[in-house]
């Protein structure tokens, strides 16, 4: 990959993320890190073995509408971003010692990415169907044993997901940035297509062939 010292991989929750960054990083002996980890905004709100919903978590899922969601989440990642920023120079600058960073979030807004000045760093952001979303979320919170409110907070999640991948991937287009559909590729595939376009890219973000 040239001479990058820091991958950025965005997109929408549930598209894979973290699964194709543990997945690069590895492949390249990189370390991998989340946005989430910096600052969590209200987390996923169905209940797993080593989760359970907050009152607050609920609260916020339950009571705003999804513009009222799109809006918090985007001030969320805005508030974030000088942190995410640092990190990034940080480790693109060599003022960490060691290897390299996979960097995977929904806070990589593609527009604040696009005008990152910093040197060693590609990025590309995966999408996925919205069917694909759905299926995903509904397996991880055990949707038809779910009760009607557990339903309801879902339903809300994933209508807030959809709507950021379409403003995400409007965003990413009118950049001309790189983007790949998750479809129905395999991890390995999707490694490969990811270090691929990467290779090719000749700024932040875009391919030699302009996107």
């Not at 055990?142 to 309801?152: F, S, V």
């Not at 950049?175 to 790949?180: H, S, W």
């Amino acid at each position: 990959m040239h001479d990058v010292r820091v991958l950025l991989i965005g997109g929408t929750s549930n598209a894979g993320k973290s699964t194709v960054a543990q997945a690069v990083a590895k492949k390249l002996g990189f370390e991998v890190q989340s946005t989430d980890k910096l600052a969590r905004h209200p987390g996923r709100p169905w209940r797993t073995p080593e989760w359970e919903v907050p009152p607050h978590v609920a609260e916020h899922y339950g009571s705003l509408t999804v513009d009222e969601l799109i809006t918090s989440v985007l001030g969320h990642y805005e508030r974030l971003w000088p942190r995410i920023e640092d990190l990034i120079t940080a480790y693109a600058t060599g003022g960490t010692v060691g290897a390299g960073l996979v960097l995977e979030g929904s806070a990589l807004w593609p527009v604040r990415v696009a005008k990152l000045k910093v040197p060693h760093t590609a990025a590309v952001w995966l999408t996925a169907d919205d069917i694909v979303l759905r299926a995903r979320m509904h397996a991880a919170g055990h949707y038809e044993a779910a009760t009607e409110e557990e339903r309801h907070l879902m339903d809300k999640f994933l209508a807030r997901t959809e709507r950021y991948q379409t403003l995400m991937l409007d965003a990413v287009d009118r950049l001309g940035l790189d983007r790949l559909e998750v479809g129905g590729r395999s991890v390995p595939e999707l490694v490969d297509a990811v270090l691929a376009t990467v290779d090719a890219q000749k700024t932040t973000g875009r391919s030699s062939s302009g996107r």
